[in-house]
């Protein structure tokens, strides 16, 4: 592969301009952490299996290691960078922090970005639809109950959209 | 500012964890995260075969190979060998091989893409022996593959006389019990960063678990000083036992090429390599013949655990060691003979996983109890109730429990909590006509705290605590923050110990240029040992500050704490106080005859499990889960309730979905796709307890928590089927083809 394959992708990151170098089929997880350094976003499994890498696109909820940044050309992205406003944490990362959502944290950004999905759909969900809104991204560390009740507690403040 | 008092305040509270903020915001930084000007990337070129010898290694075409650094066995400076315990694991093979994922060959590039095309090119002409996969292939000396005959240690605890109670026993119960290997399967993968060159030595950086333990290693392997070898933790994405012992092996690979190329180097394994290479849980065999009176009293066990320790040495002694004093349980027995050996096979090695071997034989002798229970016509529950070990009674090991314990009481709790006696009987009834079968079961068991025996002696770990010229307090320890909580807990007990602020104790980074050895972070000790050293350092500086007129003994402000800090700098530099380990009185352990005090504390439990098997699919689901525990004090209520149900649902993926597949020696699965873990839909509601008794010799009182929830999910699960169906199983992981066959043999 040599430089000339490259392309230049142009997307919103975090509500930014940003122009991405890269070949067409990269992934834009790689992009991500390698070309903008936005580290938040995690690798756990490569194959679409654990969420660590889960970013919205266009409101909707990836895993950006499964996504080639071609696809995203125009797109608005979010990760878990654009998450807090300025020093202001989003009611879901106060409840993570609060309620012990987040134990080695390497699943926790994943796990924010879909727990903000979900409540985005779904203002008061049910036990049942945490589980199942969930369960796309993998903890290995807290058994997940930790993780439910950060969920309901954030339902219970306002201010819960992106 | 807070009040002088000296009242319990941080103790026993849920606050915050220290690095929460980083990490819900993405902030913390993991290795990967971590970035040199410059930096290569480093890749490994593994053996392919189980068992024998390199002949030729053929490079690809259409790689440009001038561009790459290649490190072989012939560039290492120092030892070969990854320093831990036997030293017989080679950093790179030098012609014979002994498992399939033996590292050959280590290649560094600029270009992360290119380096794993050029991994893929390389082929080995290779002779090959014939390998040994099984325990039972092993212990018959098949083939021998290791040492004289193929076991890397054995151990005898004998209590009594075993040999005396056969002919006079009422019942003798025979069981064989297996149990699987299971991968950590953290989701952060192993990883490291290297700075390594003549003039300033090797650095580096990465996700481990005892940055001791790879410092060790990194000194014999480049033959250097102490002080030229440094080792950093960055954040770290999990551990549990998975990240203790190989990161000494990646973190020499990356040094070896940064040494080489004279470039900072980072090696990420990928999931697949991860899984395939690194350690997992030890699969082991137990085999109990017991003797009982009709009464249901125990009079004679005899036990014999076998664990599959793969192709090196690495930790099995000592996680062989945990299984077998924990073979017993927490029951009172007169005779106990345990035979114990660790034996080879050409798989890649077995390491630590939380519980270290005593899952294993925890689960044998749980479902082993069940099933002297249902041949003397006890209830499973009444029969441990007979047996129980008391307070002034003695283990297998001989050991006094000085401690209060009282299983009954646990076992009555959680049988309230979770409706046990009444589910039994309801389930019975509904089982008659439904098609899906609904039963509850339990386990009681006990888990030790801290180094086996006399461990922590030798280990003379030491912490440190300093004044910051900020008037803070940190503590110089390097125990990891992995999850479960460790800079948190250690500020708890300093500001408690203090009587200050907590968010005036920060704890520092581990890294061994500046911080001092306080031993791995391994075998529940770091709160209850580690933390223990914690506090006697907070309080020695609070005592010079005392002694030198600074600060009153009582009746401070965390402000005045401070500005005695503060001011004890400006007038004589640094403040810095050490606590070095000390045994506790009364505490003996014989070690040529492992007898004594195996632990100085233990945790004591008892789990119930209700679950749902589905006979036409073969499926079994945990419905709801009551974990009921006495570990001393609880430091912090949410990070415990959290380490345990964690440590709950690893421990139902450990019985009913995390299934290893052996192929030749190789895991065969090492995928997310095909090795599953439980998800958020899997997992019931764990709904955890605890009873409190203050450990004397523990920080305010606390005993060790990180392993105990490990042991107690899979007997649970499995004496929860055995009601349900009828069926008694003795072996996992129970995923539906095995589930299926059992319940087919036994309708047959
Ligand atoms: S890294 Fe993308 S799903 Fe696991
Ligand atoms: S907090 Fe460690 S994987 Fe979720």
Partial sequence: MSEVNKVEITCAVNGEERV?????????????REELRLTGTKEGCGEGECGACSVLINGEIVNSCLVPVAQVAGAEIKTIEGIANDQKLHAVQEAFIQHGGAQCGICTPGMVIAAINLLEKTEKPTEAEIRDGLAGNLCRCTGYMKIFEAVVRACQEEDVKV | MSSPKTERRFVGKSVPRKEGR???????????DIRFPEMLYGATVRTTSPRGRIKEIIFGENVPWDEFTIVTAKDIPGENYVALILNDQPYLVEEFFNHTEEPVLLLAHEDKFLVEKARRSIRFEIEEFSPVFTIEDSVNKREIIWGEDNVFKSFLVDKGNVDEVWESADVIVEGEYLTGAQEQLYIENNGMIAIANHEDGVTVWGSMQCPYYVHKALIKLFNLPEEKVRVVQTETGGGFGGKEEYPSMIAGHAALLSWKSGRPVKIIYDRAEDMAATTKRHPSHTRHRTAVSRDGKLLGMEIDFTVDGGAYATLSAVVLSRGTIHAAGPYLCPNVRIRSRAVATNAPPHGAFRGFGAPQSIFGLERHMDKIAKTLGLSPEEFRRRNFIQEGQTTATQQVIHEKVDLSGLMDRAFELSGYNEKREKFAEQNKSSRLKKGIGFASFMHGAGFTGSGE????????AEA???????????????????N????????EALGIDYNLIEVAK???????????????????????????AALGLKQTLVGSGFLKDSGYTSEDFSNACRAYIEKHGALKSFSKYQQPEGINWDDEHYRGDAYGAYAWAVYVAEVTVDPTVYEAHVDDFVAVQEVGRVINPVLATGQIEGGVAQGIGYTLYENVVWRDGRMANNQMTNYIIPTSADIPPIR????ENPYAYGPAGAKGIGELPMDGAAPAILSAIENATGVS????????????????????
Avoid: W
């Fill in chain 1, 20 to 32: 991405l170098h890269a070949y067409p089929m990269a992934r834009l997880l790689d992009a991500l």
């Fill in chain 2, 22 to 32: 980083d990490k819900v915001t993405g902030a913390a930084r993991y290795v990967d």
């Fill in chain 2, 457 to 464: 002696k030798y280990l003379e770990s030491v912490v440190g």
């Fill in chain 2, 468 to 486: 910051t010229e900020q008037g803070n307090v940190r503590i110089l320890a390097a125990s990891t923050e992995i999850g479960q909580g460790t």
């Fill in chain 2, 488 to 495: 948190t807990i250690f500020g708890q007990i300093a500001s």
């Fill in chain 2, 510 to 536: 581990p890294d061994t240029s500046n911080v001092p050895n306080s031993g791995p972070t391994v075998a529940s000790r770091t709160c209850m040992i580690v933390g223990k050293l914690v506090e006697s």
């Fill in chain 2, 688 to 691: 955890v307890f605890f009873a």
């Fill in chain 2, 729 to 748: 199983i003795n072996h996992i992981p129970l995923v539906p083809e095995s589930l299926m066959e059992e319940l087919e043999t036994e309708t047959i």
